[in-house]
């Protein structure tokens, strides 16, 4: 059977960049819902419930806001990492990212998604700084 993994646009290139040994579909949300952890929500169960027939779904996300409380898959289980962000996701484990917080504290990370994103962090910065 399939696996689905439902994740932020901002993982897109890391995730289609692994080749795993199992069938799998991915779908992507928009960046932008992360600003509204409500729409997110509704818009994680709207395709949770039309996401059927898989032997899991991965929700590639941390809590983001609290846009994953209370999610729930129709026939599949529902995998939902225990991370506030997407951080810990990206760096490996919550163990590396406590590690690496620790190690260089301030540090600010970028990813590839939040580069191409059509409101990603560098946009925003210079709408900022422009001001």
């Known amino acids: 059977m399939t696996v689905k993994i439902i994740a932020c646009e901002v993982m897109k290139e890391e995730l289609l960049a692994i080749s795993p040994d199992f069938q799998v579909e ?10 509204y952890p409500q729409k997110l929500h509704i818009e ?3 395709i949770l419930d039309r996401s059927l027939g898989y032997s899991k779904i991965i929700l590639a996300f941390g809590l983001c806001g609290g846009a994953t409380k209370n999610l729930k898959a129709s026939d599949s289980p529902l995998i939902i990492p225990r991370v506030h962000d997407c951080l810990p996701i990206l760096l490996g484990s919550k163990t590396a990212y406590e590690h690496f917080t620790k190690e260089e504290l301030g540090t600010f990370y970028l990813s590839c998604g939040w580069m191409i994103a059509e409101k990603n962090i560098l946009s925003s910065h210079q709408q900022v700084t422009r001001q």
């Open 44 to 46: 994680l169960q709207n």
């Open 26 to 35: 991915y779908e992507f949300i928009p960046m932008k819902l992360h600003l």
